[in-house]
């Protein structure tokens, strides 16, 4: 789900579908998996099924002022943060213990000393800002653009290296949109009173920021009306988010000689050298367009200009790791742009960040403490019984053909699976970690992941790689690798428990198994071989049933509305709800054949079926600020919560059984409309 959506212990997973010996029946657990107290009772489950699961928990648990959303995955999120923590300090206190503790115990106790930070003030970015003042022209602001790419500090553009889509075998360098601050191209375009709102929130916070740089109060005023009118024109130039879901639309290949004539202005075949590629003669571009767009913009604006966005990029790049001043203006702009009320603690801004710079470095000390070996053998195991149940999904289908289904379950049993943590782990050679240079610290991390990307180039693919880190309470699907992965902090209730009954975690976990494999099979995903490469598997036919289908699931959920007005964007977010649906359709099945699935022995009062679906519900439980929801609705690809969980299960028969619901009730459709895709 990076694409939303590991689980800690050390025991057997109860009843595996595949299990060699019969499973016992299921008993009333100690804990309540499945507890009323959260459940709002009053409300009929066919009529909001989402509330009727979750009601009182909602109730009961508001968005703490430090953040701009509560639900199941940030409870989980804020456990993984506590133990980064303990690690990290205790880390701290046994720096002797080898470089793995120095690095990480050295750069949390840089940036929490918050009073060294304070008295550099904004002393770490002055040369680099003394460096744009003195650019003659163009050309050297693009050098200076391209040396800064290898500092960490992005702008202008997106540039990285990744696999060819077209020959996974192979990395190649990639030019994408960027050079924008706000969260989406249409902040800067629509006209609507919240887009307006947040426009002068920026315009004012760009002014405050030249301010703490110590620019005169009608210089910094006018340095925020170059930056909004520059970065306007690049959202305009910018593809939309849905258009950027079509992997073939984004796949552009030029040799870098016939790329430069597109940009007569920024010849790439001297600016990558700059960058720190060499030997490449051709690059990937996800959108020519916005490149041409570029090239002229730079020729339309003045050099000065030019000079004052890139000094914000370095200004805006570098504010959360300077003072206070900083921090605080950083954090006024968010509250407008999310609604959050107070600032996240110090501590847990430094866990996330160390997380994100040397996340195997901590996430080894976070395996060893919290993830053991046997935990990931009882996922191979679940994992192994929902590809059998998707496996007889393909086979059952009555709208794709012999031919394709054939191609499908090669695609399904050629999943490579990464559960908890990587085989290998990466060593940050050459990253110097000092307990007294907090920015320093932060550089050589941005350096050395920047090096670490450009020197894949020539070698090759990696397959072992990981992209989210052990402590990350997510899961995601790899459409190049077409892999699966788990990290191992997602792996915790209510997502997954050794002692909760088969329903609970099928419910859970099996479901978050099932839309990952799903998004191999996504209106995306699908459009990947077995072997990850881009390239058409389907007859025309069964391209044609299955767009048919995917536009069904497209239309409901642009009937879905948040905040009154704002519509859930069918098409940003059908990947996912695809997904969703898949998932948890392949996830009911395998539970039908545990021992518990085939019975109808009830646990506190309800069914095994009923307790299936409850748990679906109970991970999509999540309050959300409004402003942070208007923000999703624009920028994230997963449905909001409710609309995860109810628009799913409306289209499953089995739901409408397990719940009696019937014509009349509010989440009620015709058998006849209840789409079935996977």
């Known amino acids: ?16 579908v595949l299990a060699t010996t019969p499973p016992k029946a299921p008993k009333a657990p100690q804990r309540k998996f499945i507890d009323p107290q959260n459940m709002d009772m009053s409300v009929r489950p066919g009529d909001n099924f989402y509330q009727y699961a979750n ?78 003042e003195q650019l003659a022209n163009k050309e050297a602001a693009l050098d200076e653009m391209a040396l800064q790419r290898k500092q960490g500090n992005g702008m202008l553009y997106g540039f990285f290296v990744s696999q060819d889509r077209k020959n996974v075998s192979k990395y190649l360098p990639q030019l994408s949109q960027g050079g924008t601050t706000l969260p989406d191209r249409d902040y800067y375009l629509k006209n609507d009173p919240r887009s307006q709102k947040i426009r002068d929130a920026y315009r004012d916070h760009l002014t405050k920021m030249f301010g703490l740089i110590g620019e005169e109060p009608t210089k910094a005023s006018q340095n925020a ?6 970065e306007t024109a690049l959202a305009k130039a910018q593809m939309a988010r849905v258009e950027m879901r079509d992997p073939y639309k984004t796949y552009n290949k030029f040799t870098v000689t016939d790329f430069s004539k597109q940009t007569p202005h920024m010849n790439w075949a001297g600016l990558m050298p700059k960058m720190g590629v060499s030997g490449q003669d051709t690059v990937l571009v996800q959108s020519p367009a916005f490149f041409r767009s570029v090239d002229s913009l730079l020729t339309a604006t003045p050099i000065e200009d030019l000079k004052v966005y890139m000094r ?53 000390l976070y395996v060893q403490q919290y993830f053991k070996p046997e935990a990931k053998q009882r996922m191979i195991t679940l994992v192994d019984n929902l590809e059998a149940s998707f496996k007889e999904h393909i086979q059952a289908l009555d709208w794709m053909s012999e031919e394709t289904k054939k191609r499908a379950t090669n695609k399904l049993v050629s999943f490579k699976r990464k559960i908890g943590y990587p085989d290998k782990w990466k060593n940050y050679d050459g990253v110097e970690i000092t307990r007294n240079d907090f920015f320093g610290n932060v550089k050589a991390a941005g350096k050395w992941s920047y090096n670490y990307m450009i020197n894949r180039l020539g070698k090759p693919v990696d397959k072992t790689e990981w992209g989210m880190t052990p402590p990350t309470v997510n899961a995601y699907y790899n459409p ?30 099996g479901a978050v198994i099932g839309h990952e494999m799903t998004h191999g099979f996504d209106d995306s995903g699908r459009q990947y071989d077995a ?5 058409d598997w389907w007859t025309k036919d069964d391209a044609a049933n299955f767009k048919e289908r995917a536009g069904k699931v497209e239309a409901q959920f642009f009937g879905f509305k948040v905040l009154d007005t704002l519509a859930v ?102 058998k006849e409309e209840r789409i079935k895709v996977w």
């Open 55 to 132: 009601g009182n928990w909602l109730k009961s648990n508001p968005v703490p002022a430090s953040k701009t959303s509560w639900g199941s995955f940030n409870e989980l999120r804020e456990k993984s943060v506590q133990a980064m923590k303990d690690l990290l300090e205790g880390a701290g206190k046994n720096t002797t213990k080898g470089r793995l503790y120095q690095m990480v115990g050295d750069f949390y106790a840089s940036g929490m000393d918050s009073a060294a930070i304070d008295r550099k003030g904004f002393d770490p970015i002055k040369s680099d800002l003394s460096r744009i």
């Open 312 to 364: 914000w990029n370095i200004v805006k790049g570098a504010a959360p790791y300077l003072s206070d001043a900083f921090v605080k203006q950083n954090f006024a702009f968010t509250k407008v742009l999310t609604g959050q009320k107070e600032q996240t603690p110090r501590w847990q801004r430094m866990s996330s960040l160390i997380d994100g710079t040397l996340g195997d470095m901590l996430g080894q």
């Open 480 to 509: 190049v690798n077409n892999e699966i992965a788990f990290p191992a902090a997602i792996l915790q209730f209510p997502f997954f428990d050794a002692e909760a009954d088969d329903a609970v975690n099928y419910g859970g976990i």
């Open 569 to 670: 964007n069918g098409k940003l977010t059908l990947g996912e709800n695809l997904a969703d649906l898949g998932g948890l359709a392949i996830a009911y099945d395998a539970f039908k054949k545990t021992k518990q699935g085939k019975s109808n022995t009830k646990i506190d009062g309800f069914t095994p079926d009923q307790r299936f679906f409850l748990s679906w519900g109970q991970i999509w439980r999540i309050n959300v600020l409004p402003e942070q929801q208007a923000q999703l609705i624009l920028t994230d690809p997963h449905a909001p919560g409710q609309y995860r969980c109810n628009g799913p299960i409306s289209n499953m028969d089995v739901w409408y059984q397990a719940f009696n619901v019937k014509p009349g009730d509010k989440m009620y459709k015709p």
């Open 1 to 16: 789900m990076k694409k939303q959506l590991a689980i800690l212990s050390a025991v057997a997973l109860a009843g595996s």
């Open 531 to 535: 072997d990850g490469t881009l390239r």
């Open 225 to 230: 009306d170059i930056i909004l009118r520059f």
